[in-house]
């Protein structure tokens, strides 16, 4: 069963504007959650993580928001470039680092 | 990159035969991971390793062995590789001593069992 899961496959923003990526997790046990980009033929590659003891982490222009009473997470990139297109996955991790992901959502922003 | 090296990076192998994949890090870290990307399913832990000779499983370890004899090399074996191994396989790595850390992920290695 999933634990972490990304309900939306792919979203399209135009260049300049908010890209918001979704993130819903079910397991209480997750205290670490982390933002991953991937582009064809790479490997992930990190991007921003937040801790549960935090709701909000800021890296330049992408920001996480935690909100834990919803088990729920969102990246928003402010604004979108071209070089935001990628694939984005969200993860989570628990006592014994293990990280669990989600399936990915396709971003693509538009010039 | 952060010192992984997954070896090799493609290979074509018959179903019923071993398969053998290779990562390698030069980062000291305690943990490694193997996952496997498929569509619709994102990345699934296959096998996990905690130090030297510690190993445990991930969600999707039917199938799978692994093995880490030293801190920078593990191991993941396919004893008889079936058609629905045929994936794209990413080792990771995080942690020195501390918890909460990221993971950093190598190349990749895309397999496919004919």
């Known amino acids: 069963d999933q634990q972490v899961k990304q309900n939306s496959p792919s979203l399209s923003v135009q260049e300049g504007r908010i890209s918001i990526l979704n993130c819903d997790y079910t397991?209480?046990?997750?205290?670490?959650f982390l933002w991953y980009k991937k582009y064809p033929a790479e490997g992930p590659t990190f991007l921003i993580s937040?801790?549960?003891?935090?709701d909000k982490n800021e890296d330049g222009r992408f920001t996480v928001f935690l909100n834990k009473s919803a088990k729920h997470l969102s990246l928003h990139i402010v604004p979108s470039q071209p070089g935001d297109s990628a694939v984005y996955f969200c993860?989570?991790?628990?006592?014994?680092?293990?990280?669990?992901f989600g399936t990915g959502t396709s971003l693509t922003v538009i010039p | 990159d952060a010192g992984i090296t997954q070896s090799p990076r493609h290979k074509v192998t018959e179903t019923g035969t071993p398969v053998t994949l290779r990562c390698h890090q030069t980062?000291?870290?305690?943990?490694m991971y193997w996952y496997r990307q498929d569509p619709g399913h994102g990345l699934r832990l296959i096998h996990y390793?905690?130090?030297?000779?510690?190993?445990d499983k991930g969600e999707v370890s039917d199938g799978y062995s692994v093995s880490r004899s030293k801190t920078e090399d593990f191991l993941l074996t396919l004893e008889s590789a079936t058609s629905s191994q045929t994936s794209v396989y990413f080792c990771?790595?995080?942690?020195?001593?501390?918890?909460?850390?990221?993971?950093?992920f190598g190349q990749g290695t895309r397999l496919t069992v004919v």
């Open positions: 980062e000291n870290h305690r943990y």
């Open positions: 937040i801790s549960s003891i935090k």
């Open positions: 990771a790595i995080s942690g020195t001593n501390r918890r909460n850390t990221e993971a950093f």
């Open positions: 397991n209480s046990m997750f205290d670490y």
């Open positions: 390793s905690y130090g030297v000779k510690d190993t």
């Open positions: 993860a989570a991790s628990a006592l014994g680092n293990q990280f669990y």
